[in-house]
């Protein structure tokens, strides 16, 4: 009687050991992204497919080491210079963009330390719209992305027009510009009231812009491009899985 009153002890406790063991399991939410603030940061709707055949994504993921402001964004906080160069290599070509700090002094700034510290380097052009815009912006690493949710720069005042070539933030309400930015494919001059400012222009290689992969079009629910908050959690083994013909920036550097 005795052993068996210890075998069910025993059994009980690892019972309780096991029910433990799977409350410790945490997953992030499926949830809305905090810094799309309930909406798709672009200006208008937002994004998951599935698609087969080629793919556009590098071949390497990215490399393990990264600067120590990917994980620390108040460490990425140089003034950028009045105007300056960014050189984009990307699976479709070169493109240039020539910021112009004067436009959006805060947006000039963000772009100029993310270029710096190696944000934009294998990344998607996960939400490109045909006679809209080419959308970029989402990192590859849950945990950069993570890192820059929150980090949110104040609005500006619209000094340029969302024209053919132009590059601006995206945001999903005042106050939210982070890291997610666009390039105009058409006349967007729409969007100068709804506060999207401006901050540089594609000077060269446009025809590069316009030929980035479209085919996904919309993101979920709309249409059947990649859901935001899961490129937010999932790192881009989820684009690379379910939408392999997506292009993508290869690097992105500061012309000297």
């Known amino acids: 009687m005795l052993a068996r009153k210890i075998s ?10 096991a029910s ?28 998951p497919a599935k698609s087969p055949e080629t793919t556009g ?14 994980l620390a964004p108040r460490k990425a ?10 050189k984009f290599n990307t699976t479709k070509g070169d493109f240039t963009i020539t910021v112009t700090r004067d ?33 970029f912006g989402i990192h590859g690493d849950v945990s950069v992305n993570k890192a820059w949710r929150e980090a949110t720069i104040e609005d500006e005042p ?21 890291v997610q930015t666009f390039i105009s494919t058409v006349d967007n001059s729409r969007l100068d009231g709804q506060k999207f400012a401006p901050f540089g222009q594609v000077t060269s290689g446009m025809e590069v812009v316009d030929k980035l992969y479209n085919g996904y079009g919309e993101g979920q629910p709309r249409g ?33």
């Not at 069910?8 to 050991?17: P, Q, R, S, Y």
């Not at 410790?24 to 809305?32: A, D």
């Not at 810094?35 to 200006?43: I, L, V, W």
């Open 8 to 17: 069910v002890a025993i059994a009980a406790l690892a019972l309780i050991a």
């Open 20 to 47: 433990i063991g799977c409350e410790s399991t945490v997953k992030e939410p499926e949830g809305t992204v905090k810094t799309d603030k309930s909406k798709d940061q672009s200006g208008t709707p937002a994004q």
């Open 57 to 70: 994504s590098p071949a390497n993921d990215p490399p393990n080491t990264m600067h120590p402001a990917l």
């Open 77 to 86: 906080n140089e003034k950028a210079p009045a105007k300056f160069d960014v």
């Open 103 to 135: 436009w959006s002094p805060l947006a000039a700034d963000r772009f100029y330390n993310l270029v710096r510290i190696g944000y934009y380097n294998d990344i998607a052009f996960f939400r490109v719209i045909p006679g809209f815009m080419a959308q």
């Open 158 to 178: 619209v000094t340029q027009s969302n024209l053919r070539g132009y590059v601006t933030f995206a945001m999903g309400g005042p106050n939210s510009r982070t």
């Open 224 to 256: 059947q491009g990649p859901e935001q908050n899961r490129i937010q959690f999932q790192n881009n083994a989820y684009l690379k899985t379910n939408f392999p013909r997506l292009d993508y920036i290869k690097s992105a550097s500061i012309v000297e």
